[in-house]
């Protein structure tokens, strides 16, 4: 009786070295925890279901996990080769942009959040959707590895593209305030107070308008070209991405800034904050703006189905959705309805019935098998 008495006591010391960061024994919040900023996580918990609408979208993602390999890109080696100039060097611009942002998605923003997220349901879902990210990152390296005869020169040429490491600026500058708060925050430099947690929430506003009006910018060039017929691999591809973020990435970041905005803390940040939310996604939309005149070379380079202007109306009816989110008006004035129709097909894939012998199915196949057992218990007699 005496050694166990011993082997207790040296258990419940152990348990005391292990630091709150990394397992937070003393955790009470389990019925109520914060998103952000809360008590430091403790056992990873599913019995509280808290967030349902993360928890729902965690699971939608996981559900949906594909890979990069999934086409064949090799026909696009001759539609690069035979493609129009103009058409080849928005391909190219387009791809630069898509490679960077997805890698600054898949690689910065869980590392970002991770110091802040106190929730078990959110860090599921924030860490699901970084994967997903390395899966669209991967994706845009494996068209450029599989669409060009070398393409270690394509790679530089992406990478001497400028103005689309300047696009990523605006969002640039708030996630670089985002990282330094973070790493302070997790060495204990700064408190957990209501300026960091206006940092957190800016930070969160920013991703959420770069998935939701950045990415769909981007998208409507690929697929305007795809459209042609030209590049189809590349267009089932990225339209597999592009679903991933309109019907998984957007809608979890919204449901996460509704469950803060619900809070005390939340409500002080937006109200603090609103003027600068606003100028940022007017930055955005003003940078896509830019972007745009680059990659049309100021009405110089022809795309059909797509020019300047038209891309110009379809930005802003992106960053209408963000707008109305925030309940902030725009210095611009919106379009009514959606400018570019055949978005609506490319990015609805139930829409596009191939047929598999005909060529690469991008559909997702899901709840194809169900189960209707549960909750029931069963008596296992071997």
């Not at 990873?44 to 699971?59: A, L, R």
């Not at 879902?125 to 599989?146: G, K």
């Not at 400018?339 to 097909?345: D, H, K, T, Y």
Request: glycine share 4%; net charge negative; charged share 25%.
């Amino acid at each position: 009786m005496e050694k166990m008495s011993v082997d207790v006591q040296e258990e419940v010391v152990t348990s005391n070295v292990i630091d709150q960061n990394i397992l937070n024994l003393d955790k009470t919040d389990y019925e109520t925890p914060s998103i952000w900023l809360g008590q430091s996580q403790g056992i990873f918990d599913t019995i509280n279901k808290v967030y349902p609408k993360v928890w729902s979208k965690y699971k939608e993602m996981k559900s949906l996990d594909w890979d990069e390999n999934e086409f064949n890109y090799s026909s696009c080696l001759s539609d690069f080769k035979s493609c129009s100039e103009d058409t080849r060097e928005i391909m190219i611009r387009t791809l630069a942009w898509q490679w960077e942002a997805d890698t600054v998605a898949a690689r910065s923003l869980v590392n970002i959040m991770s110091n802040f997220i106190t929730s078990s349901e959110v860090w599921a879902a924030e860490q699901r959707i970084s994967d997903n990210e390395v899966v669209h990152a991967a994706t845009y390296s494996e068209i450029v590895r599989s669409s060009f005869s070398n393409p270690r020169v394509i790679l530089n040429e992406i990478l001497a593209v400028q103005e689309a490491a300047q696009r990523l600026s605006v969002v640039g500058k708030v996630f670089e305030e985002g990282y330094k708060a973070s790493h302070k925050y997790a060495l204990g430099l700064i408190p957990n107070d209501q300026e960091l947690y206006n940092k957190v929430f800016l930070l969160y506003c920013a991703i959420y308008a770069m998935e939701r009006i950045q990415f769909m910018s981007s998208f409507a060039i690929t697929f305007a070209i795809c459209d042609t017929g030209l590049f189809m691999p590349i267009g089932k591809a990225v339209q597999k991405i592009a679903q991933d973020e309109l019907e998984v990435h957007v809608p979890f970041r919204k449901a996460v800034l509704e469950y803060e905005m619900k809070t005390e803390r939340g409500q002080i940040a937006f109200e603090q904050c609103k003027d600068q939310i606003k100028d940022m996604i007017e930055e955005i939309v003003s940078s896509e703006m830019e972007w745009n005149g680059y990659g049309f070379d100021g009405g110089n380079r022809v795309q059909v189905g797509l020019n300047e202007d038209v891309l110009n109306q379809w930005n802003l009816f992106c960053s209408k959705d963000v707008f109305n989110f925030f309940k902030l008006p725009s210095n611009h004035t919106m379009p009514r309805k959606n400018p570019l129709r055949f978005m609506e097909q490319w990015l609805n894939i139930s829409k596009t019935q191939a047929s598999p012998q005909e060529e690469q199915n991008g559909q997702y196949r899901v709840g194809t098998m169900r189960r209707d057992d549960e909750n029931e218990e069963f008596d296992l007699g071997f």
